[in-house]
């Protein structure tokens, strides 16, 4: 009932602090934090005996609020050989990811209330993490009809989301807006331009005329967003934008925060560690969407998660099957696993000194636990016992066969990473410890 994690180096996102500490966590609750080597003290102060309470030593390891996931895939309902919640659920854990926050583009897709039920309760069956589900804004993913926004809304929706669906219909999406704004529901949106980004399967450039590879423009996700912030102009919804990718979309989503539109963005931890170069003689593992973009285009979305511009960090976990991605590079499907690999490729980010812990946590935990509504992703007294005990430093030779999850297409198979994740807490109960 009662944890006291002692000689933990804290990562303290709210505080933007990196500290030594002491965490006491009841019945699934941060109870009290110190910074004082003097544990008995603490104790004294809430009542409890030291017989009563179980202490961890986290040997000078970093402890810090679970990741808090939004965009990832479970292949539930229809997919299932691909991802199910249980082996999603061990992904996560394994990762330290706490809270995975689903996405809709399932076979069939989550657009009615019957379908999101189904989900949960596989969900709380099967997944040893918290499992928030989003729905589709438009029913069948289709950009036609909007979706019954309320009755999903009462039904566990969190948010509601085409994916990469963008809706073409500008009057369709200004209603969507408009009723999700009446409900107070949150929207997440693919910036892009459908028409210039149809059949791309690499960034314009000198690369891909090289490779011969159909492209796109980085304005095609400009144009895209300047279309979304011109809806939220109108409309005053809340809005995210799942994954802002590229160099030129950062100024106007500088404008739109400043003109106090509600808007926050994401990106995805692929763009901010990996380039196009990446992709070299067409390795299909390194196809994702949007593709990967320029060395300066990543360098400079890094620098906009470090400002706090961009707010969030997301795995975008996407699994595809052996067959799906052993085809030519254009045809082959787009997407990676990324839940296990979200954190030591967050590391890569930090031992180059681009990103402090904190400020990874912020984007990963705090901030989009904030903007979902949830107490979690902050170390607080009163917040929920959701923590990951990690090792930034250990080093480890990714092999994608260990993964927990059933699909095993990660970009970062056999590279040599850094940070391991020693333990995962749901309400402060282990989900996950990795084995000595």
């Known amino acids: 009932m009662t944890t006291l994690f002692i000689n933990a180096r804290l990562i303290d996102p709210e505080a933007g602090s990196d500290a030594p500490g002491s965490l006491l966590v009841h019945r699934g609750t941060i ?16 009542n409890l005996h030291a017989d009563d309470v179980q202490v961890i030593d986290c040997g000078g390891k970093c402890l810090a609020p679970g990741i808090v996931d939004i965009g990832v895939k479970v292949c539930e309902p229809g997919e299932r050989h691909k991802e199910s919640y249980k082996s999603a659920g061990l992904a996560a854990a394994a990762g330290g990811v706490t809270t995975i926050v689903t996405r809709p583009d ?55 989301t085409d994916c ?42 000198k690369f891909a005329a090289l490779r011969g590879l159909p492209s796109v423009s980085p304005m095609a996700e400009r144009m895209g967003l300047d ?25 106007a989503l500088e404008r739109a925060k400043a003109n106090g539109i509600d808007i926050t963005a994401g990106t995805s931890i692929h763009h901010l560690t990996l380039n196009e170069l990446d992709v070299a003689d067409y390795r299909t593992f390194f196809k994702v969407k949007p593709p990967l973009r320029s060395e300066e285009d990543r360098l400079a979305v890094v620098e906009a998660v470090r400002t706090g ?41 930090y031992h180059a000194e681009l990103l402090d812990l904190p400020t990874l946590f912020r984007a990963m935990s705090l901030t989009p636990a904030t903007r979902l509504g949830l107490a979690s992703g902050r170390l607080s007294a009163g917040a929920p016992a959701d923590l990951v005990l990690f090792d930034p430093d250990a080093p480890l030779v990714l092999d994608r066969f260990t993964l927990q999850s059933k699909s095993k297409n990660t970009p970062f198979d056999t590279q040599q990473m850094q940070g391991r994740v020693l333990a995962t807490y749901v309400a402060g109960d282990p989900v996950y410890r990795k084995e000595a």
């Open 106 to 160: 399932t076979s069939p897709c989550i657009d009615n209330p019957e379908t999101l039920e189904f989900v949960t309760r596989r969900a709380q069956a099967d997944a040893p993490v918290n499992v928030l589900p989003m729905a589709a804004l438009t029913k069948g993913r289709e950009g036609r009809e909007m979706t019954e926004i309320g009755f999903l809304l009462d039904a566990g929706a969190v948010a509601f």
């Open 31 to 46: 109870l009290a934090r110190s910074d004082q080597s003097d544990t008995a003290a603490l104790l004294a102060d809430h």
């Open 309 to 349: 511009l961009i707010d969030v960090i997301s795995s975008m976990h996407t699994p595809q099957d052996e067959e799906s991605k052993r085809l030519p590079f254009e045809e082959a499907a787009a997407g990676a696993v990324a839940l296990e690999t979200l954190l030591p490729a967050a590391m890569r980010l």
């Open 227 to 251: 279309r979304d912030i011109a809806l939220l102009e109108m409309t005053g919804a809340k809005y995210h934008a799942d994954q802002i990718t590229t160099a030129r979309a950062l100024p």
């Open 164 to 205: 990469d669906h963008v809706v073409t219909s500008t009057k369709v999406l200004s209603r969507a807006l408009t009723y999700a704004r009446s409900c107070g529901a949150l929207v997440i949106a693919h910036p892009q331009e459908p028409g210039l980004s149809a059949g791309a399967a690499a960034t314009s450039g």
